[in-house]
């Protein structure tokens, strides 16, 4: 029995890292920066009052980050000129957002199995 939660555990947390991994498949409401910031914030926005803000690394590497601190670096390499590297992170960031917004709404009734 303990094994068999390991082993789906173990697949679910793959399944979760081939989803981060295609961000760049991401539905979003626009394609311009402007738009993609402003549903970027909305998504982390409702992650947070759901509780589950990710971290995730940045682009370049490092630490990683709140979704939050994640914007911040967008909208800093935005106005460094560095606009294709803050829109990946804010498609990065959106799925993020949407991916810990279904784990809250999945996991709101998660609590020990004693069976």
Do not use: C
């Not at 939660?5 to 295609?22: D, F, N, P, Y």
């Not at 909305?42 to 947070?48: G, Q, R, S």
């Not at 979704?67 to 935005?78: D, M, N, R």
């Amino acid at each position: 029995m303990r094994i068999t939660r390991t082993i789906l555990h173990s697949i679910g947390g793959l399944a979760l890292a081939v989803a981060i991994g295609g961000y760049s498949n991401v539905a979003v409401a626009g394609e311009s920066f402007d738009d993609l910031l402003a549903q970027a914030e909305k998504e982390v926005t409702a992650a947070k009052k759901a509780g589950h803000e990710w971290k995730l690394l940045p682009n370049s590497g490092g630490k990683s980050m709140s979704l939050s601190k994640l914007l911040k670096s967008a909208k800093e390499a935005h106005a460094a000129g560095k606009t294709d590297d803050a829109t990946k992170t804010l498609k990065r960031v959106i799925e993020a957002a949407k991916l810990g917004q279904q784990q809250a709404a999945e996991q709101a009734n998660a609590g020990p199995n004693y069976n």
